[in-house]
């Protein structure tokens, strides 16, 4: 195993799963069925990542704490039924973590997800001890605030030069480089590589075996 990195954080929603459809969907009906307009692909697509409070917010500024009550309870409504199946995990992702884990690597989460959402998947895919530790947004600070990578860096008792945040959102990046963590940038998810190298990832991926390979070629 690297020297240099001994934990890995990933996060879910288009960068281990790909479900980034589904919450664009979600999002979409969750409008319709509250009265409030529509929000195109690419702004909600710009949103995740987020706590679900705050990518709301985001794309209705204007919403009364109670309006995001009404709202998050029918996006909630409306994924859940989609995700009866969870969404597949992409190509590359269960090869690449089973070998992490077997090569040292300590693993954790660090997603926009509530908890509950996040279980949800967790045991569907029988994941549900597979990592050393998971946060989500809703019992912690939303991203980019650093404070569930520090938690992460906590509770595995490493140093943040140690850690490397795997993501396909700004936020991500953003969330990595408050905590003083490297991060890699994913190609395949919700926003555009353009944007995400703005943040001077480590490392650039637009499969995620690509990330396995890198990290080998880091230990020789």
Not at 27 to 53: F, N, T, W, Y
Not at 171 to 182: C, P, S, Y
């Amino acid at each position: 195993m690297p020297t240099e990195y001994k934990l890995l954080i990933f996060d879910w929603d288009g960068t281990l799963a790909d479900s980034i459809g589904r919450i664009v969907t979600a999002m979409q009906v969750a409008a319709q069925r509250s009265g409030h307009p529509e929000r195109d692909e690419d702004s909600v697509k710009g949103i995740i990542g987020l706590g679900l409070p705050e990518a709301i917010l985001t794309l209705y500024p204007e919403m009364t704490d109670a309006q995001v009550v009404d709202f998050r309870q029918h996006y909630a409504d409306v994924y859940i039924a989609m995700d009866t199946e969870p969404s597949p995990l992409f190509d590359g992702v269960l090869e690449s973590l089973e070998a992490f884990r077997a090569e040292g690597y300590r693993l954790a989460v660090a997603t926009g997800k509530a908890r509950r959402g996040l279980d949800r998947v967790l045991k569907a895919h029988g994941w549900e001890d597979f990592f050393d530790v998971t946060r989500a947004a809703d019992e912690t600070a939303s991203k980019p605030d650093p404070l569930m990578l520090n938690q992460i860096l906590a509770h595995c008792d490493v140093r943040p030069e140690h850690a490397l945040m795997v993501g396909d959102a700004t936020f991500d990046l953003q969330m990595a480089r408050n905590a003083g963590i490297d991060s890699v940038a994913v190609g395949y998810g919700a926003q555009s590589m353009e944007r995400l190298l703005a943040f001077e990832p480590r490392l650039a991926i637009d499969t995620f075996s690509q990330l396995h390979a890198w990290l080998g070629r880091q230990a020789n």
